[in-house]
């Protein structure tokens, strides 16, 4: 008899690589072991589907419903969920659709996507307490230069060479024609901070200097590395304005000596 982590294994293989070797111990009643697993094989199919429509309502009204089931098919058999929460599922569709070939033609669908996953996992993100001021400003200025600054849960990072802000924006409302955007290749690279903020999500557009040392900083680099790495790609970066906004707007949760 095979063990139980063994039978899991298998019937997930089953669900979503078609292998039968599950199909022994699924007998009884009026169906075959194979009608059954066929029936467990399209619901699960169906909720994942659904799942990822309700992630990517705009990448979905772009290529129609059609496709992206046709999408979602291709994906799933790849991406088993590794979570028992479906609020977890569906992170590598981005990049799924930037070599999916029949999304070839659409060209800013995977960043389009990637907003789309900013989104969902910022406003599923937990929370932080409030950004203590307070303790920074006790702290002697030769101090600030080493210090590691961590970002709210909810913060996530996107760029693009495509307006996906605007083409987000024309197609989130099902209910309005969208309007007309034009592509064009030489359009300058866009920075965005998507954070939830006092229960809502929000998208704020950045320089390149302010995505760069907020990058940086989230990664673990200490305050002066990560302004000098911002400064040297926008020379006119302000430290001081960094700060004062990126707390104001509580981008920042907190500090502590690296």
């Not at 697993?37 to 699960?44: D, E, F, G, L, Q």
Request: with cysteine.
């Amino acid at each position: 008899m095979p063990t139980l982590r063994k039978l899991q294994k298998d019937f997930t293989a089953h669900i979503f690589c078609g292998d039968d070797t599950v199909l022994d111990i699924v007998s009884g009643g009026a169906l075959s072991p194979a009608e059954r697993m066929h029936i467990y094989h399209n619901n699960s199919f169906l909720t994942l589907t659904d799942t990822l429509r309700g992630i990517y309502p705009v990448v979905c009204r772009l290529v129609d419903t059609r496709f992206f089931s046709y999408a979602a098919q291709a994906f799933i058999p790849g991406h088993p969920p590794t979570s028992g929460n479906l609020h977890d599922y569906g992170a590598a569709f981005p990049d799924f659709l930037a070599d999916f070939a029949p999304a070839q033609t659409l060209p800013y669908l995977p960043d389009v996507a990637r907003m789309e996953w900013a989104l969902h996992a910022a406003y599923h993100a937990p929370d932080a307490p409030p950004f203590d001021v307070e303790a920074l400003l006790r702290l002697p200025p030769d101090a600030y230069a080493t210090l590691q600054f961590s970002l709210h849960p909810s913060c996530r990072f996107v760029e693009s060479p495509y307006p996906i802000l605007h083409i987000w924006n024309a197609h989130r409302d099902s209910a309005r024609e969208p309007a007309s955007i034009t592509l064009t290749e030489d359009a300058a690279r866009a920075f965005f901070l998507v954070q939830r903020i006092d229960r809502e999500v929000q998208v704020h557009p950045l320089d390149q200097g302010e995505y760069i040392f907020l990058r940086e900083l989230q990664a673990g680099k200490a305050l002066e590395q990560s302004f000098k790495l911002a400064a040297s790609s926008q020379p006119n970066t302000d430290l001081q304005q960094l700060l004062i906004g990126n707390v104001s707007r509580a981008t920042l949760s907190g500090f502590h000596p690296s």
